[in-house]
């Protein structure tokens, strides 16, 4: 990797990645579990109709926003929707459909899941997230990031080429608004700004800022150095993998003089009464989606054996309350995060199983999970 400002400091920082994983396990100690927030997210994916079609977007939006309500009634922390520009997720424009949300909800945090920061401009998904933050009574959150679809390059008129400056640009005049409403900036993709006021502003309390981060030590120490909210993409694989991440997120707060933010885990799930129907129901929808998404990628078709495996061992959060909250609280405490979102869709899954989901993962599987990581009763 290109040489950061720690390397000279500290070569562990940005040593290979391979080593570093052991180094990290050797040295990490007790983890600090604070409160733990526990939210939702969604793509919006076009789900089935009762008669086995698929329903068209707009109809998929109303259900979001119904999904949104129903989560705000469940006490569910937070609800993040991402953003694609693909045929089989309708969300698009996420701040349209959280404002609608918002409108109709008390309590639940509203952002994104993510907001793909490379392909817009800075200013203007700022002054979108500032106005959702006043409308909402300052509920609103952002989580930034590249984005794991390239759709919107092309879409926008943004060459792949430019995939790591045209973020790092971006996420820096993000980062400086977010502190202050006036700014004087320059770089190479976008216009300079001089002494420029943005509008409208911030109300006191700010807007909460994450970068999400699929598994790059580069991306960890970019968010340390713009001092915001480190959320970890974990879609596959064993969490404790990711042990090394936040260590080095917490050594590099230290090295920078940084104050220590929460950190939060994003993977995708499905909550049903028992562990055999949550199996058997997300299954073939996770095969249609992932046999769909592998194709354009040139993976190997999924099986069902490797899905469980994924269900019983790896990122996948299915099955019962009882089940999912055992296994997302060991997640969270061997990790030590503040934060978790349960990416509740997966495919084309209809509708009224997500709203079960919902519904069971904001009455049962909030509170075990909280318990569990309070009484420290978890095995890990």
């Not at 959280?98 to 309590?107: F, P």
């Not at 999912?324 to 509740?344: E, M």
Request: hydrophobic share 40%; charged share 20%.
């Amino acid at each position: 990797m290109g040489e950061h400002p720690l390397c000279r400091t500290t070569p562990l920082l940005c040593m290979d990645m391979a080593d570093y994983v052991g180094c990290a396990i050797l040295m990490a100690g007790p983890r600090q579990m604070n409160q733990i927030d526990l939210g939702l997210d969604t793509f919006g994916d076009v789900t089935q109709a009762p008669d086995g079609t698929l329903k068209p977007m707009d109809q998929v939006l109303r259900d979001v926003v119904e999904e949104g309500v129903v989560a705000d009634q469940a006490g569910v922390h937070f609800l993040g929707l991402g953003e694609h520009h693909r045929s089989d997720f309708a969300v698009s424009a996420p701040e349209v459909v959280l404002a609608a949300i918002a409108a109709r909800t008390g309590r639940i945090r509203l952002g994104t899941a993510v907001t793909v920061l490379s392909t817009d401009d800075p200013i203007r998904v700022f002054q979108r997230f500032s106005t959702l933050n006043a409308i909402s009574n300052g509920r609103a959150e952002v989580i930034l990031g590249r984005g794991s679809f390239t759709e919107s390059y092309p879409l926008f008129g943004h060459a792949l080429d430019d995939y790591e400056l045209l973020f790092e640009e971006k996420l820096d005049i993000f980062a400086r608004l977010v502190r202050a409403p006036s700014l004087t900036w320059s770089g190479k993709h976008r216009a300079a700004l001089a002494d420029q006021t943005v509008y409208p502003p911030l109300a006191p309390s700010g807007l909460t800022t994450w970068v999400g981060v699929g598994g790059s030590p580069e991306s960890v120490v970019r968010v340390v150095r713009q001092d915001l909210q480190l959320m970890l993409a974990i879609i596959g694989g064993d969490p404790a993998r990711f042990v090394p991440y936040v260590d080095l997120y917490h050594r590099a707060v230290a090295q920078l003089g940084r104050k220590a933010r929460p950190v939060g885990v994003h993977s995708p799930g499905h909550i049903a009464r028992t562990d055999e129907a949550a199996r058997e129901a997300m299954w073939p929808h996770y095969r249609d989606m992932f046999g769909r998404i592998g194709r354009e990628r040139g993976w190997p078709p999924v099986t069902k054996d490797k899905y469980l495996a994924e269900v019983e061992h790896g990122s996948l959060y299915v099955g019962s309350p009882e089940t999912v909250a055992r296994k997302i609280a060991g997640a969270v405490t061997t990790l030590g995060v503040q934060r978790f979102d349960l990416k509740y869709s997966t495919g084309p899954m209809p509708h009224g199983e997500l709203l079960d989901s919902i519904g069971l993962y904001g009455s049962r599987v909030i509170p075990m999970v909280k318990e569990m990581v309070a009484d420290h009763t978890v095995s890990v």
